[in-house]
């Protein structure tokens, strides 16, 4: 089993290395593989090639990294969490409140007349995004302090979800057209706006989430086995339960932030994990998600390119299939 562990990671490795010197070659303008090599390692004769693979493309070959990392690893712990296999990262409403504020922001602010307002400006969509994602998650961390059945809380979290996507409709309903355009586009995903700026919050954000995630690996081991068998281990359930919390709205809620609500890689991937590693141990699933996400997002990107199509399009593509084979193939995941 360690032997098959190691195999798997170190071809997970080699594989996301491959797809991304790929992923900084593909584009408007191919690079030979030499040559993007030689930019990487500062060796490069061509300044403008060592500009696009350097300023341009490694930007958003990191962001596809960082994605696919947390929104796997997120995946993972929701679904352990709640011991559903159909649980994401997203269950909670966390992408729900990032349409929100988005909405609220690109949508609402022309109806108030505060379009042209330093302050909104200034806040951009994606921190109205990681607002609305924040004030839902705190809705919901509140309710779980009175509730202690997580099945419950899974299903106010649809509900939220639900209620507050229709607050998006309505705001959609009375927006301008051009405000609608933007706000569409951004549902649709992308890796490619986030700026150097964004960047300084999204990668902080992303590694502290990853740590918390890294930290409850061990609760995460015990809850598989039921909550009952947890809290008589002696686990403190209601701090495992925060620490994922909090975990999942660093890492699926900046994410949403900053590149839109991408979907289906938080509920395929980790099966995908599990189906490569045979294995129910966080201490292998975790870092074996976490692989495979940044591999199925790098694939998602080249795929994009070479389309010309929105990641969040190419996402589903990959990922619905995904998420129905595994239901079919395997009815008990958990």
């Not at 990671?9 to 030499?34: E, K, M, Q």
């Not at 930019?39 to 930007?59: E, N, Q």
């Not at 309505?170 to 700026?197: C, D, N, P, R």
Request: hydrophobic letters at 60%; glycine letters at 8%; proline letters at 4%.
């Amino acid at each position: 089993m360690k032997r098959r562990a190691a195999w798997l990671f170190t071809s997970l490795s080699i594989l996301a290395l491959l797809l991304l010197l790929l992923d900084l070659a593909v584009g408007s303008v191919n690079i030979p593989l030499r040559e993007v090599w030689a930019a990487l390692t500062g060796a490069a004769y061509d300044p403008t090639t060592a500009k696009i693979v350097v300023s341009i493309r490694l930007m958003k070959a990191v962001v596809a990294i960082l994605t696919g990392a947390a929104l796997a690893v997120s995946g993972l712990q929701m679904q352990t969490l709640f011991r559903n296999p159909l649980a994401g990262p997203y269950v909670l409403g966390i992408s729900s409140g990032a349409s929100l504020g988005v909405a609220i922001f690109i949508l609402g602010a022309p109806l108030l007349g505060l379009a042209g307002s330093p302050v909104m400006s200034a806040l951009g969509v994606a921190g109205a995004a990681w607002v609305g994602a924040a004030v839902i998650l705190a809705v919901i961390a509140a309710v779980s302090r009175r509730i202690k059945d997580i099945m419950v809380i899974l299903i106010l979290g649809m509900m939220f979800s639900s209620g507050v996507g229709a607050v998006v409709q309505i705001l959609q309903y009375l927006s301008h057209e051009s405000a609608l355009k933007t706000f569409v586009v951004w549902t649709m995903g992308s890796l490619g706006e986030v700026t150097s700026t964004q960047m300084g919050l999204l990668l902080p954000a992303v590694l502290i989430g990853l740590a918390i995630a890294i930290a409850v690996i061990k609760p995460l081991n015990l809850l598989l086995l039921g909550e009952n068998y947890a809290r008589t281990s002696g686990l403190n359930i209601r701090r495992s339960r925060s620490l994922i919390f909090l975990s999942t709205t660093l890492l699926a809620g900046t994410v949403t932030a900053f590149c839109g609500p991408i979907g289906f890689v938080g509920l395929a991937v980790p099966h995908v994990a599990r189906m490569l590693f045979r294995n129910a141990d966080h201490r292998i699933l975790m870092p074996g998600a976490l692989l495979s996400g940044i591999v199925m997002m790098l694939a998602c990107d080249l795929v994009a390119k070479l389309l010309s199509l929105p990641i969040n399009t190419i996402t589903a593509l990959l990922g619905i299939p995904i998420v129905v084979w595994v239901v079919i193939r395997n009815k008990n995941i958990m």
